[in-house]
């Protein structure tokens, strides 16, 4: 259990670590290479701190889901929707919101460091992450709750009905979220 819990949390952050070094290359473009360890360092503060929630959620959810496999009820129970919605409210809570809190913080350090804003390169950043950023991820950790409720309702029969470990259950989870986040990845050049 361990060691699944372990392999969760570094394959999250691995990938985030992926994205990292993307989204810093991405807004190295708007300025000089010399801010570029800059902007790595608040890439990593904002996706590495993404997928380490992401990873906790998704733990969370995953052991709530095996001791609920393990009543095996035939219909959810009151017990099993209060678990559903909980998950819900830690994926709306834990996911992008405060993450785009951080690098808000770190932007306001760093203009307070220097004492003056640096540029180009900070406008472009206060733009891609200002306030309404923070709006979208509320919404979107919201869309993504509002689904997760709806598999865990809809695929329950199945989810009870088969023998595989939590650890099978970890690496379907996984690699669906693997495979989503890079679509957004992909998506989002």
């Known amino acids: 259990m361990v060691l699944t819990v372990l392999l969760l949390i570094s ?18 473009r708007f300025n000089s290479l010399d801010l570029l360890p800059r902007v790595l360092e608040l890439a990593v503060t904002r996706e590495l701190g993404s997928r380490a929630a992401g990873a906790s959620g998704t733990l969370i959810t995953l052991v709530m889901l095996d001791g609920s496999a393990r009543a095996a009820a035939p219909e959810p129970s009151p ?74 309702l809809g695929g329950r029969r199945l989810w009870t009905s088969t023998n595989w470990s939590l650890g099978s259950k970890v690496a379907t989870v996984v690699a669906v979220s693997v495979a989503v986040r890079f679509c957004e990845w992909a998506s989002s050049w």
């Open 11 to 28: 394959g999250c952050l691995a990938l985030g670590a992926l994205q990292c070094i993307g989204l810093g290359a991405s807004f190295a």
């Open 79 to 152: 017990e099993f929707l209060r678990q559903v919605v909980f998950a819900g409210v830690v994926t709306v809570l834990l996911y992008a919101p405060a993450c785009t809190l951080i690098l808000l913080g770190a932007l306001i350090a760093w203009h307070s460091w220097f004492g003056q804003a640096p540029g180009a390169f900070f406008i472009v950043l206060e733009e891609a992450f200002a306030w309404d950023d923070l709006i979208t991820g509320v919404i979107q950790s919201a869309v993504h709750a509002v689904i997760l409720i709806a598999v865990l």
